[in-house]
Nanobody, 122 residues
Framework: QVQLVESGGGLVQAGGSLRLSCAAS????????MGWFRQAPGKERQFVAA????????YYADSVKGRFTISRTNAKSAVYLQMNSLKPEDTAVYYC???????????????WGQGTQVTVSS
């Protein structure tokens, strides 16, 4: 059974960078989509970025466009989220997830990692 494990979160000052990793154990992904979502306390889970294996396209939330970059390994066993110019409002638990096809709604993602905390101090 495929599992997703995130890593790379932490505490960083505003303007700094972090790189999140999402490793797939027990399998690889060659179709569908891999996405990153985030959830701050008291708020709904929010789309951040996604990569579609079907189309090869990447997608970003407006709030992170130009600052975050999603990428994957050629082996299709890991997905990364490079986060630059971080802001305090980026503070949240970040999750990677897999879906059968790209969607901005978290409800259509069927496999989730455990999440990694990102805290950006002002």
């Amino acid at each position: 059974q495929v599992q997703l494990v995130e890593s790379g979160g932490g505490l960083v000052q505003a303007g700094g960078s972090l790189r999140l990793s999402c490793a797939a154990s027990g399998g690889t992904f060659s179709s569908g989509a891999m996405g990153w979502f985030r959830q701050a306390p008291g708020k709904e889970r929010q789309f951040v970025a996604a990569f579609s294996y079907t189309s090869g396209s990447t997608y970003y939330a407006d709030s992170v466009k130009g600052r975050f970059t999603i990428s994957r390994t050629n082996a299709k066993s890991a997905v990364y989220l490079q986060m630059n110019s971080l802001k305090p409002e980026d503070t949240a638990v970040y999750y990677c997830a897999a879906a059968r096809q790209f969607d901005r709604s978290w409800k259509n993602y069927v496999l989730w990692g455990q999440g990694t905390q990102v805290t950006v101090s002002s």
